[in-house]
């Protein structure tokens, strides 16, 4: 058996954190290491799926999902606008090997990926 990721660690109540939002299957908190004035992570309850390229193949309604309660956070916690990352891969800065999304708002145009 695999090891629990620290996020199953903490929805099943071992480590300390403030679960800000909660469906059926899915939950957010806010990140211990802020990179922007709101950043929060939206989590799988199941701790099944690696990234996003297995969740998305695995159970795409659980990623619309995922998306859907990320939107609302941002709503909630800022103005409605977030960008939204997933770290894929220990090469793109993956540290948790549990799929979870960085929702990152407030103040973030001056840092645009854009053009
Ligand atoms: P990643 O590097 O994309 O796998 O993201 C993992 C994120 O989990 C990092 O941004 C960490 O700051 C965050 N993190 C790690 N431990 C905790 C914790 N106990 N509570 C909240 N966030 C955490």
Not at 27 to 42: G, Q, S, T, Y
């Amino acid at each position: 058996m695999t090891e629990a990721s620290i996020f199953t660690r903490i929805l099943q109540g071992d480590i300390p954190a403030e679960i800000v939002a909660e469906t059926d299957r899915v939950f957010v908190i806010r990140d211990i290491n802020p990179k922007a004035p709101v950043h929060l992570l939206a989590i799988p309850k199941t701790g099944e799926y690696r990234d996003v390229t297995e969740l998305a193949a695995g159970d795409p309604g659980l990623l619309a999902e995922l998306v859907e309660v990320a939107s609302d956070a941002a709503a909630r916690f800022s103005d409605g606008d977030f960008r939204l990352v997933f770290n894929t891969g220990a090469g793109a800065g993956q540290t948790v090997f549990h799929v979870h999304a960085h929702v990152l708002a407030g103040g973030l145009s001056e840092a645009s990926l854009g053009g």
